[in-house]
Structure formats: C-alpha cells, structure tokens
C-alpha cells in the first residue's frame, strides 16, 4: 500500500532562518511526487512535481529534492508570507495510476 | 480560467438530511477528484472519475455516499441521509493527462449538526 509520512507535524521558525521538511515515501514504483501549499480557508496549491531520484525544482524560497526514499522541501530565510501548511502526495505506477496519496502535512509558521 | 469551481463554500445541515456538493472542473481536464479533508486523517480520496467514468470509488466511506458525473464540466458528490461525522472539507480538484499534478477548488466546509 502506498503511504506518505511527513515530519515534523509543525515547524515555527524566526524570518531568515533556514530549514527543511521531510516526505518519506513507500510505493509500487513512483510516477511522481507532489509538494502543496495550503493556506486556511483554501484548496491546496500545487508547487513542484519530481519525477526521478536526484531531481530538483526552485522557485523563490523553496527548493525540493527527491530520493529513492524520501523529498525535502528547502526554505530558506523564510518570509511570514511562507507560513502555511506544505502537503506531499505521491502518484504511483501500479492500480489506479491516477490518483494522489497525501502525507498529513506540516504546518509551518514563520515569526517576523 | 476561472479554475475549479466548487458550491457551496459552506453548508450547515441537521443529521439525516441529504446534502448535494457540486463541482466544476476545469475545461479540458479528463480526470476529476474528490477529497475529504479532516484534523484526524488529512486528505482521504473518496472517489475519482476518468472521461466521467468513476475509476476507484474504494475511498468512499458507506452506502450513504455517491457520486455522479454525468459531463465534462460537472460532478456532484452526495450524502443521504448525512451523519455528524460527515462534518468535514469536502474538496473537487481536476487534472488532465499527461500533466503535473491537481487544480484544487476552495472546498465546501460541510457541517452536520
């Protein structure tokens, strides 16, 4: 069975203060894995998608990695605009290839 | 693109009465979800739909759940009669083949009371 787990559960970080989070991954062979940001009140935002073991995606503050077992999403100096809860998902190759596992996320909140 | 469009944002109903979700996907996507978002279980996939055809419906908790799609630009998710444990953020995303990831809605914040 396919499964996410994702660590911390929440992360309070001071602005400017560098930090990673954790997607460690089982599954029936990976299609692709997934990073979001939900803000309250909204649907989840899709950020990067990672496809094979050594990949990395940026886009201002963030950047993801990706191995055989486990993503990181780098944050560095985070701004408070970066509080939000950050999902990971994985999309397998075996079964119902279509849909998304989602890991329980972690919230993070960044103090000026 | 006005993206996924999901209705109502909220809805309060008493136990036992039948609530109806709706969703629009997004024009041209061939693959429409539905999720169930929770404090205790995060996003639980209930069900999802290929070309309108419902593909894997294994997430949907009981009998009382169903889903329709009966076109490309319209989803309903029903639940008769509803529970106090229904209460939860039910959210409508779309994709299409080929491509990177889901286009979530706003989600509609279901209360039963």
């Known amino acids: 069975e396919d499964q996410v787990t994702q660590s911390p559960e929440a992360l309070r970080l001071q602005e400017g203060e560098s930090s990673s989070l954790n997607c460690s991954y089982t599954?029936?062979?990976?299609?692709?894995l997934f990073w979001y940001r939900q803000d309250p009140g909204k649907g989840p935002e899709f950020l990067f998608t990672l496809y094979s073991a050594g990949e990395e995606k940026e886009k201002e503050r963030l950047k993801a990695t990706l191995t055989k077992k486990e993503s990181f999403l780098h944050i560095t100096a985070p701004k408070p605009e970066d509080s939000a809860t950050y999902l990971c998902?994985?999309?397998?190759?075996?079964?119902?290839?279509?849909?998304?596992?989602f890991g329980q996320g972690t919230t993070l909140q960044v103090k000026p | 693109d006005a993206g996924v469009i999901q209705s109502p944002r909220h809805e309060v109903t008493e136990m036992g009465q039948e609530v109806t979700l709706r969703c629009k996907p997004i024009s041209g996507h061939d693959y429409l979800f539905w999720y169930r978002q929770t404090m205790m279980r995060g996003l639980e996939l209930l069900i999802y739909?290929?070309?309108?055809?419902?593909?894997?419906d294994s997430g949907m908790p009981e009998d009382r759940f169903s889903a329709k799609m009966p076109n490309a630009s319209f989803s309903t998710l029903k639940i008769q009669p509803s529970e106090p444990r229904d209460s939860a953020v039910y959210f409508c995303a779309s994709s299409f083949t080929g491509g990177h990831g889901y286009t979530f809605g706003s989600g509609t914040r279901l209360t039963v009371v």
């Open positions: 739909f290929n070309n309108n055809v419902p593909i894997d």
């Open positions: 599954v029936s062979g990976l299609r692709g």
């Open positions: 998902a994985v999309q397998g190759r075996s079964g119902n290839t279509g849909k998304l596992i």
